[in-house]
């Protein structure tokens, strides 16, 4: 029998936990590796309790993410063969681990937003980026969450950003080079600089020298609300703007005006909102943004307005075959 979506809607806590648990004790990779097996196989393989494992892969199961045959063996479902391998691009188990380590625990923040406010929650909370990098393990692990989020899909934006003529590229915010490197091997003419906060850096020259890219890809440490964003033909926001409020977006985007070339773009790359409030991944990452940030997901035309406001025109949308979207804007 199908599951209802109230049933759907209630019990979601169960599957993503299911999920992470799954992923972190190596029982997709088993799958993939094996083929279809009994919990009692799998769980005599990665040293796990087998009851706990059969548990976990019925709730998995009634989600469609693993099929149950006749004889009580369980194979992952075929299309989400890339989502659990780590060694696919489409590898979602560090972002399902941010869910469950970091977001759960954040979740609780909306009780109080919806009594007291989310301004007078948050004056009394550290701001957003000094929790998240509070540690170089903490760091480490919500890079490692973005690369995720990012790596696969950055090759198709980079693609669809037409990057031929430009020589500099500022990715503002650009973590530890996800969209950067994507774009690199696409553009051999390019040079990329990575924008952001000083934690970041040995991160970012990590992933240029495992990738040897040389002085293609440099680390340039800074503030972006102190500072002025180092000049470029183009700079890109991943994933930016969705952590803060329009007027903060606005100067932010004005700074990029100003470091823009004349005829130059700047990239948003963000998940959409549909204009009838869907889909369902952004719909909850626009709570995720909610209590993680200050920010929220939008429609493409609120950010051709926010784009509009700093300067930019020829406002255009790019849609990709994942969940992050380009919005491109050009500076007359
Ligand atoms: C949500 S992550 C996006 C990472 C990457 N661009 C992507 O699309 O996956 C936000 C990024 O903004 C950076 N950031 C936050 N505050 C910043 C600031 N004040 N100045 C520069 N970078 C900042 C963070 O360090 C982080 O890398």
């Known amino acids: 029998m199908t599951s209802s979506s109230l049933d759907n809607a209630m019990f979601g806590l169960f599957s993503t936990h299911a999920l992470h648990l799954a992923d972190k004790h190596g029982v997709f990779v088993h799958l993939i590796e094996e083929g279809?097996?009994?919990?009692?196989?799998?769980?005599?393989?990665?040293?796990?309790d087998a009851e706990t494992l059969e548990r976990?892969?019925?709730?998995?199961?009634?989600?469609?993410?693993?099929e149950r045959d006749a004889d009580g063996s369980y194979r992952l479902a075929r299309a989400l063969v890339p989502s659990f391998d780590p060694q696919n691009p489409r590898y979602i188990g560090g972002f399902v681990r941010h869910l469950v380590t970091n977001t759960t625990g954040q979740l609780q923040q909306l009780d109080a937003y919806l009594t007291r406010g989310k301004a007078a929650v948050d004056a009394e909370l550290p701001s957003p980026f000094e929790t998240i990098y509070r540690d170089e393990a903490a760091t480490g692990a919500f890079?490692?969450?973005?690369?995720?989020?990012s790596y696969g899909v950055s090759h198709e934006l980079a693609q669809l950003a037409g990057l031929e003529d430009v020589r500099h590229l500022v990715d503002v915010g650009g973590a530890?080079?996800?969209?950067?490197?994507?774009?690199?091997?696409?553009?051999?003419?390019?040079?990329?600089?990575?924008?952001?906060?000083?934690?970041?850096?040995?991160?970012?020259?990590?992933?240029?020298?495992?990738?040897?890219?040389?002085?293609?890809?440099?680390?340039?440490?800074?503030?972006?609300?102190?500072?002025?964003l180092p000049a470029a033909d183009c700079l890109s926001f991943g994933y930016i703007l969705s952590d803060w409020e329009d007027k903060t977006c606005v100067e932010l985007l004005r700074?990029?005006?100003?470091?823009?070339?004349?005829?130059?773009?700047?990239?948003?790359?963000?998940?959409?909102?549909?204009e009838d409030g869907g889909p369902l991944a952004t719909a909850a990452q626009n709570l995720s943004m909610h209590v993680e940030t200050y920010g929220r997901h939008r429609t493409?035309?609120?950010?051709?307005?926010?784009?509009?406001?700093?300067?930019?025109?020829?406002?255009?949308?790019?849609?990709?075959?994942?969940?992050k979207h380009l919005v491109m804007g050009r500076k007359p």
Do not use: N
């Open 143 to 149: 890079l490692e969450a973005m690369w995720q989020l």
């Open 36 to 48: 279809a097996a009994t919990p009692d196989r799998i769980a005599a393989a990665r040293r796990i």
């Open 176 to 228: 530890s080079g996800a969209f950067a490197v994507a774009a690199l091997g696409r553009y051999p003419d390019l040079r990329v600089t990575v924008y952001d906060l000083p934690q970041v850096g040995p991160f970012l020259e990590r992933t240029r020298d495992e990738q040897g890219l040389g002085e293609r890809l440099s680390f340039a440490p800074g503030d972006f609300f102190r500072e002025a």
């Open 300 to 323: 493409a035309e609120e950010y051709f307005g926010l784009l509009r406001e700093a300067g930019f025109t020829d406002c255009a949308v790019h849609r990709s075959t994942w969940d």
């Open 56 to 66: 976990l892969l019925l709730v998995l199961a009634a989600v469609s993410v693993v």
């Open 255 to 274: 700074k990029a005006y100003d470091a823009c070339a004349s005829g130059g773009r700047v990239l948003l790359m963000e998940r959409l909102f549909d």
